[in-house]
C-alpha cells in the first residue's frame, strides 16, 4: 500500500536526482568521447627518394673522364719537345683550376638544384585528380580541409591561409595518403597525426619559418668566386699546353684542346648530378629522421591522452542515468507520477551523424541515440521519442504520442 502511494513516488523523484546529478561522474563530458576514438596509428614518415643514378650516368662519367683525361695526356705528349717546363706548369695549373672549380661547382650545382626541388608549394602546381569518394584519400583530404579551417593563425584571413599553405597542404596529405594506405588503416587513426602537422604548419607560419625546412640558402660569393677563379686558370693552362703544341702540331692541337673542353665539360656535368643525388638523399634521410622523431612525441603525448578511456561498465552507467533522465521528462510531459505508471520500456537505435565503438565481445555504444520512452499506464500507452548527444548530454525533444487503453485494461 505504502510503495504504491507518496513514498514511490518519492524513491522516483530521489532516483531522478540521482541520475541527473551521476550523469557527470568521473569526467564524462572529458572522457567519453575516448571511447569511440579508435587506437591510434603508430608514427611514420615519408622514406626519401634513393638517389637518382642510373647506370647511364656512371657508363657517361666514365667515357667522359676516360675521354678528357686522354685528351690531355695527348696534349701534354705533344707538346713537351717543344716547351717541357711550360707543360709542366700548365699541368699544376689545369690540377689547381679543377680542383677550385670543381670543389665549389658541386656545392653550386648541389644549392640550386635543392632549391628548385625542394619546395612543396612549387609540386603543388601540377594536376590533381580528385580521389575516389568515401575512400581512405578522400577522407585524408576532408581531415586536412577541417583541421586547416580550424587552425587558422591569429590576425590572418582564413583565405590567405588557405591560399598560401595549399602546396604545403597538399604536400603533407600525399605524404599520409602514400605511407598508410596500403595498411588497413582509417582516417580516424590518423587523425592525431594530420592535426599534429597542420599544428606545425600554423607554429612555422607564425615564426615566419614556414620554408625553412626545405630552404638552400642562395649560393654565396664564397663559392661563386672560386668556380670562376678555377675555370678561368682551367682555361689558362690549357691555352699555355696548345700554344706549346702549336710548334709542332698546328693542324691537331686545336682538336684535341677542344676534345678536352668537351670531355671536362661532359664529366663534371654527370658528377656533379652524381654527388648532388647522394648529398640530397643523405640531406632527406637526416631531415626524416627529426620529422619522424617530433612525431614519435606528438604520438606518445596523444596515446597518453587516451590512457583513461572510459570502459564498458562506465559507458553503461552513464546511458542508464540517461535513460531515467529521459523517462523524468516523458513524466513531466505527460504530467505522471510513479504511481501511474504499471510498465515502462526504451527503444534505442543510433541516431544521425553516430559514431561507433565497442569493447571485445560487449555490445555497441554510440556517440548519438535516438531514443523512444514507452509508458504504459491505466489509462494508456504514452510514448516519446528524444535524440540524446552521448558525448555532451545535450537532449533534444521529437515526436510525443498517446493511445488510449480504456477499452481493454482492467
Given at each position: 500500500m505504502f510503495l504504491n502511494?507518496?513514498?514511490?513516488?518519492?524513491?522516483?523523484?530521489?532516483?531522478?536526482?540521482?541520475?541527473?546529478?551521476?550523469?557527470?561522474e568521473n569526467d564524462r563530458l572529458g572522457r567519453a568521447w575516448k571511447f569511440f576514438h579508435p587506437d591510434p596509428a603508430g608514427p611514420r614518415a615519408r622514406h626519401p627518394v634513393p638517389p637518382r643514378v642510373t647506370f647511364g650516368d656512371r657508363a657517361r662519367l666514365c667515357a667522359c673522364a676516360a675521354f678528357g683525361a686522354g685528351s690531355l695526356g695527348w696534349l701534354a705528349v705533344l707538346a713537351w719537345p717543344g716547351n717541357g717546363p711550360s707543360v709542366i706548369i700548365g699541368l699544376l695549373l689545369f690540377a689547381t683550376g679543377a680542383r677550385l672549380a670543381v670543389r665549389n661547382g658541386l656545392e653550386w650545382h648541389y644549392r640550386v638544384t635543392r632549391r628548385w626541388r625542394g619546395r612543396p608549394e612549387w609540386r603543388s602546381l601540377s594536376y590533381r585528380p580528385a580521389p575516389p569518394p568515401k575512400g581512405f584519400a578522400d577522407k585524408v583530404d576532408q581531415?586536412?580541409?577541417?583541421?586547416?579551417?580550424?587552425?587558422?593563425?591569429?590576425?590572418?584571413?582564413?583565405?590567405?591561409?588557405?591560399?598560401?599553405t595549399e602546396g604545403v597542404r597538399h604536400d603533407l596529405r600525399d605524404e599520409i595518403v602514400e605511407i598508410y594506405r596500403e595498411d588497413k588503416v582509417t582516417a580516424d587513426q590518423v587523425a592525431w597525426l594530420i592535426r599534429h602537422m597542420v599544428k606545425d604548419v600554423q607554429k612555422r607560419w607564425l615564426d615566419g619559418t614556414l620554408s625553412d625546412r626545405h630552404k638552400v640558402p642562395h649560393v654565396p660569393?664564397?663559392?661563386?668566386?672560386?668556380?670562376?677563379?678555377?675555370?678561368?686558370?682551367?682555361?689558362?693552362?690549357?691555352?699555355i699546353m696548345t700554344w706549346s703544341a702549336l710548334?709542332?702540331?698546328?693542324?691537331?692541337?686545336?682538336?684535341?684542346?677542344?676534345?678536352?673542353?668537351l670531355g671536362g665539360w661532359g664529366a663534371a656535368g654527370r658528377w656533379s648530378h652524381i654527388r648532388s643525388e647522394h648529398r640530397r638523399f643523405e640531406t632527406d634521410e637526416q631531415e626524416r629522421a627529426v620529422v619522424l622523431a617530433e612525431r614519435l612525441i606528438a604520438f606518445e603525448k596523444w596515446r597518453e591522452g587516451l590512457a583513461d578511456r572510459p570502459q564498458d561498465v562506465e559507458m553503461a552507467g552513464w546511458l542508464d542515468h540517461d535513460r531515467k533522465a529521459l523517462m523524468a521528462r516523458a513524466m513531466t510531459?505527460?504530467?505522471?507520477?510513479?504511481?501511474?505508471?504499471?510498465?515502462?520500456?526504451?527503444?534505442?537505435?543510433?541516431?544521425?551523424?553516430y559514431?561507433?565503438?565497442?569493447?571485445?565481445?560487449?555490445?555497441?555504444?554510440?556517440?548519438?541515440y535516438r531514443?523512444?520512452?514507452?509508458?504504459?499506464?491505466?489509462?494508456?500507452?504514452?510514448?516519446?521519442?528524444m535524440t540524446l548527444d552521448f558525448l555532451t548530454t545535450?537532449?533534444?525533444?521529437?515526436?510525443?504520442s498517446a493511445t488510449s487503453t480504456r477499452r481493454w485494461w482492467p
Open positions: 502511494g507518496p513514498i514511490l513516488d518519492g524513491l522516483w523523484a530521489r532516483a531522478f536526482d540521482s541520475a541527473n546529478e551521476n550523469r557527470y581531415k586536412f580541409d577541417y583541421y586547416f579551417g580550424k587552425y587558422v593563425p591569429a590576425n590572418t584571413a582564413r583565405e590567405v591561409w588557405l591560399s598560401q660569393r664564397t663559392i661563386k668566386v672560386p668556380v670562376y677563379a678555377g675555370i678561368a686558370v682551367l682555361l689558362a693552362s690549357t691555352g710548334d709542332g702540331y698546328a693542324a691537331i692541337s686545336p682538336l684535341i684542346t677542344f676534345a678536352l673542353l510531459r505527460y504530467k505522471l507520477t510513479a504511481r501511474d505508471i504499471v510498465a515502462h520500456a526504451f527503444i534505442e537505435r543510433p541516431a544521425k551523424g559514431k561507433r565503438g565497442r569493447v571485445k565481445n560487449g555490445p555497441r555504444r554510440f556517440s548519438c531514443i523512444q520512452v514507452i509508458l504504459l499506464t491505466r489509462e494508456g500507452v504514452r510514448q516519446m521519442a545535450d537532449i533534444r525533444p521529437g515526436r510525443v
